[in-house]
Nanobody, 115 residues
Framework: QVQLVESGGGLVQPGGSLRLSCEAS????????MAWYRQAPGKQRELVAR????????YKVSVVKDRFTISRDNTHNRVYLQMNSLKPEDTAVYYC????????WGQGTQVTVSS
């Protein structure tokens, strides 16, 4: 059974940091492109960052602007999103995504940036 389980979300003050984690199981993790998406209330889901199975990263610059870093651990089947200098507009549900032979989504983790 395929699972993508996100963790690490929560409430943080503006300027703070969070590290999201996604643990994958049920498929060959090292062969999949992994990504983080987010969806704010009333808005469409959008790509935040993507990392290939070889570790090449791409970011949605308008979103990230050098504040976020995506990484992966193929040994432990995990992908991470380090988020720094968080802003209220980063408030959203963050989803882990796996793209390869099939497409998988996690259930999401809430990130709220508020004072």
């Amino acid at each position: 059974q395929v699972q993508l389980v996100e963790s690490g979300g929560g409430l943080v003050q503006p300027g703070g940091s969070l590290r999201l984690s996604c643990e994958a199981s049920g498929f060959i993790f090292s062969t999949y492109v992994m990504a983080w998406y987010r969806q704010a209330p009333g808005k469409q889901r959008e790509l935040v960052a993507r990392i290939t199975n070889g570790g090449v990263t791409t970011y949605k610059v308008s979103v990230v602007k050098d504040r976020f870093t995506i990484s992966r651990d193929n040994t432990h089947n995990r992908v991470y999103l380090q988020m720094n200098s968080l802003k209220p507009e980063d408030t959203a549900v963050y989803y882990c995504n796996a793209a390869g032979k099939s497409l998988y989504w996690g259930q999401g983790t809430q990130v709220t940036v508020s004072s």
